[in-house]
């Protein structure tokens, strides 16, 4: 296989970010506010917020795990990668025009949900939150390390490392700011170099004889393309995790705040559909990979892309693969760093500590504390090289839990704070007792959690079509699917823990918020409360003092 020298290695990742942290110079001091540094101050224009979604989507999970789930599941492996991973970013836009009509001035969800609940309700988002950023920069922080590892003779750490402080170099001063203005350089460099580099593997491979010839490679359930095995372990766990990351991950709502607000439809629909095309393709070197007969390095899906990239690539298109996932992930982790200081600015300090009344300056203090801390921690975890794709659909699982109870806060002005924090909590507990088998899953117990499950999918099903075509199709597809379900998930939905743990986030919280909410007899809350308790925290006088 081909390898890089030390010093190659080491000037490819040098003149990265070194060009990328000089283009964001260009962003000065002048310019800086708390909200600047945080959303752009909401005017971000209509292809820095499309392209900016897409590279921001287009992480270390979108070429690992899509790449690995072509191995694994075969001929719709790579389709459910990435067709739910668009329709994530799809599905928000519906909602994230309701959150931006609620709170024009808002920084994150959490800080809405203050508005609406009280701390509560907030911390648990922003909790949720900030687990989910840092397990996004341990994922892109281990791509980083496996790919340097793989490609070079530097180590696992090394890489890693390197990683952790480019990013933070040119996201440290200018936060969100620079994140989008390095996404949409790192965008055309992905397709690019996507456009060229997996026509060339699979002509080195063969071309379309590969798929005659190596089928043999295939067990029955991989050549198929509707396998119930691909769509009971793959699929459908990473459908139901997607659309939580669509309500649930600060990146996505801060780009959500950060657009100007009459181009949210156009914005993410342009998102979705680049998303959709890249990382399909991307998930089709797995395949690849899988017609060749080829195993990974040490067993490690991680290895799978830089391995087929050293192996099956001239030097020249090595360097160019090498550039395209160090720019995916890296536009991913600036991304991560600038949600995570956004979370602290505001839902920690601006909220709890200086009591709404926060002073900018130290807010941009807090903010860049938070980038080195926070990209510490995630250099840290990185060394536990945990599998991208488990950890992918285990964060998304997890956030399944707040899906229901965030969009029904927003829609429903009959929701109370303990039927939000309850709901979440309990459904939490849920997740985990199956997902880890805490619970024996037999007898009325499997049935249980199975029901549950049932009333998730359809929670799921629901929330999508209301985003959509309104509340009375929401019902009744809900109430379709749920029947449905219940038929042909009872009995067997045990076997699928990964599913069922997560369908079952979604349903407990759902069912549970609903039911408290009916019961209370607390007056209905005011919407148009949410806007007053939501502002601005660097005002035209206070950023004159700065």
């Not at 393309?225 to 996505?252: D, H, M």
């Not at 979370?343 to 009591?355: E, Q």
Request: glycine share 8%; aromatic share 12%.
């Amino acid at each position: 296989m081909f390898q890089f020298s030390t010093t190659s290695a080491l000037l490819i990742l040098l003149g990265f970010y070194g060009l990328t942290f000089l283009f964001t110079l260009s962003i000065g001091k002048k310019q800086e506010n708390a909200d600047g540094y945080m959303v752009s101050n909401g005017s971000v224009g209509f292809s820095m917020s499309a392209a900016s979604m897409t590279a921001t989507w287009i992480w270390a999970a979108s070429f690992y795990a899509a790449a690995s789930s072509g191995y694994q599941y075969g001929l719709s492996g790579a389709i459910h990668y990435g067709f739910w991973g668009a329709l994530m970013i799809l599905f928000i836009y519906p909602f994230g025009r309701r959150f931006r009509k609620l709170a024009p001035n808002a920084h994150t969800l959490a800080e809405i949900m203050h508005a609406r609940h009280g701390s509560s309700s907030q911390m648990i988002l922003a909790g949720s939150n900030i687990i989910g950023s840092l397990i996004s920069l341990m994922v892109n922080f281990t791509a980083a390390g496996a790919l340097v590892d793989i490609l070079s003779p530097l180590t696992f750490t090394q890489g890693v490392l390197i990683a952790g402080a480019g990013v933070l170099s040119y996201t440290f001063w200018s936060g969100f700011r620079s994140s989008v203005f390095t996404d949409f350089g790192q965008l055309v460099a992905m397709i690019v170099a996507a456009v060229v580099i997996i026509p060339m593997i699979f002509f080195q491979l063969g071309g379309p004889e590969l798929f005659e010839q190596g089928m043999h490679n295939l067990t029955p359930e991989q050549a198929s393309f509707y396998s119930p095995t691909a769509i009971l372990e793959q699929g459908a766990p990473f459908f139901v995790a997607v659309l939580a990351y669509a309500i649930g991950n600060q990146t996505i709502a801060q780009r959500l705040f950060a657009v100007r607000e009459d181009l949210i439809k156009p914005s993410f629909i342009t998102a979705t559909i680049g998303y959709g095309s890249i990382v399909i393709g991307l998930g089709m070197l797995g395949l690849l990979a899988l017609l060749a007969g080829v195993t990974p390095i040490d067993g490690d899906l991680n290895n799978l892309i830089p391995q087929m990239a050293a192996t099956y690539l001239p030097p020249v298109m090595v360097i160019l693969l090498f550039v395209m996932v160090i720019g995916s992930l890296s536009s991913t982790a600036d991304s991560d760093l600038s949600a995570l200081s956004a979370i602290i600015m505001t839902d920690v300090y601006a909220k709890h500590i200086s009591k709404n009344k926060p002073n900018p300056k130290i807010m941009l203090l807090v903010g860049r504390a938070t980038m080195v801390i926070a990209t510490t921690l995630g250099v840290t975890f990185a060394s536990l090289k945990l599998d991208i794709l488990s950890m992918l659909i285990f964060v998304g699982a997890l956030w399944g839990a707040i899906v229901f109870p965030v969009i029904a806060s927003l829609y429903w002005k009959k929701v109370t704070n303990a039927a939000f924090t309850s709901s979440v909590a309990i459904a939490f507990v849920l997740f985990v007792l199956v997902r880890f088998n805490f619970v024996t899953l037999t007898g009325a117990t499997a049935i249980g959690f199975e029901i549950l499950a049932a009333l998730g999918g359809a929670v799921v099903i629901g929330l999508m079509s209301f985003g959509f075509f309104g509340r009375r199709v929401g019902i009744v597809l809900g109430a379709i699917v749920a029947c449905v379900l219940l038929f042909y998930t009872l009995g067997f939905l045990r076997n699928y823990i990964v599913l069922l743990s997560s369908l079952t986030a979604y349903g407990a919280s759902a069912l549970i918020c609903t039911a408290m909410t009916l019961l209370s007899k607390k007056p209905d809350f005011n919407f148009n409360d949410i806007d007053k308790r939501v502002v601005e925290f660097h005002t035209e006088e206070l950023n004159k003092e700065i």
